[in-house]
């Protein structure tokens, strides 16, 4: 069932343990997280965010990022990555360095998203990252450099391609090796999505474009379908459907990484991870949150053609 206009294989990035723990209400157990980051690592992902050097007093449900990481136990083909937000994480992170792998940075593509998020303004997020990403990479650790609300701002409407494309212009001038676009807040649609990465494709052919969508208004799915129909092969998600975002309120979920897969292996895309193996990990998470999750996979498990349900 393989399409000749899909890509026949994906790379996909697991963000539950940052962008998902995060936005938790109630900080996770230490241990929890480590049992969930090693049930993940071991589901053929290959990619997983599992920790932020943010200010613990900003984000305490991170606060023990350096633990966890001292903690975890993955196979030794799995890409950790640590989200950074500032010089200042640099050096906690850096501490711990022979424990992961890569650097996420991020700033907002709107000035007042990023003003509420991070109360800089965009301008000043990028000269920090511009000094930033040459330390990250000169310390020999991979720049994933996202820009948030690259679609849509729920503060300021549209976010003009030429805005978003020239800060990257700067990212990547800055050392940066990968680029993802985050649907932060959800507004994305899909035929905005595929005129917008086939244009992202062309423009920058040099460094991986990672695709970031949420499922805000249940369209991260179909999103995903049209950044796939332009070409893009990278992908983030979090399983269960956790996480969403600080400002403003209501920005829930990132897609589910069961629903990604289960989707994307139905339509002949291979990604490397075994379905049933996440879909526990999701079922584990949802027991340590004490609350249903907004996968639908989690409920359903992977499609059963042999089965016929009257
Ligand atoms: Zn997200």
């Not at 996770?28 to 690592?41: E, G, H, N, Q, S």
């Not at 992902?45 to 001292?70: M, T, W």
């Not at 690259?150 to 700067?170: H, K, L, S």
């Not at 991260?220 to 956790?242: K, W, Y």
Request: net charge negative.
């Amino acid at each position: 069932m393989s399409s000749d206009s899909l890509p026949s294989s994906v790379r996909i990035r697991e963000v539950g343990p940052r962008d998902g723990f995060q936005n938790e209400p109630e900080r996770i157990d230490t241990a929890d997280k480590v049992r969930l980051i090693d049930a993940l690592a071991r589901t053929g992902l290959k990619r997983i965010e599992v920790a932020s050097f943010v200010r613990p007093d900003v984000i305490p449900q991170l606060a023990d990022g350096d633990e966890v990481l001292a903690a975890i136990d993955v196979p030794d083909d799995v890409q950790l990555q640590v989200l950074l937000p500032n010089a200042r994480g640099l050096e906690r992170a850096l501490e711990v360095r022979d424990r992961f792998h890569g650097v996420g940075v991020f700033l907002s593509g709107s000035e007042s998203h990023n003003r509420a998020n991070i109360n800089r303004s965009v301008e000043e997020s990028l000269t920090g990252l511009e000094a930033l990403i040459p330390r990250v990479r000169e310390a020999g650790l991979r720049c994933a450099a996202t820009v948030s609300v690259a679609f849509g701002c729920p503060y300021e409407g549209e976010v003009p391609r030429e805005r978003v494309f020239g800060i990257v212009d700067r990212l990547v001038a800055a050392g940066a090796q990968e680029i993802g676009f985050g649907d932060t807040t959800g507004m994305a649609n899909p035929l905005q999505v595929r005129g917008y990465f086939a244009e992202a494709l062309q423009r920058f052919p040099d460094v991986e474009l990672t695709a970031h969508f949420h499922n805000t208004r249940g369209q991260g799915l179909a999103n995903v379908l049209a950044a796939l129909e332009a070409g893009v092969t990278s992908f983030e998600s979090s399983f269960g459907e956790l996480g969403g975002c600080p400002v403003p309120k209501g920005a829930t979920g990132n897609i589910a990484s069961e629903d990604l897969i289960s989707m994307l292996h139905e339509m002949g895309v291979d990604t490397g991870v075994s379905l049933d193996a996440l879909i526990d990990a999701a079922r584990m998470v949802q027991e340590v949150l004490g609350r249903p999750l907004g996968s639908h996979t989690i409920v359903a498990g992977p499609v059963a053609w042999g089965e016929r349900v009257a």
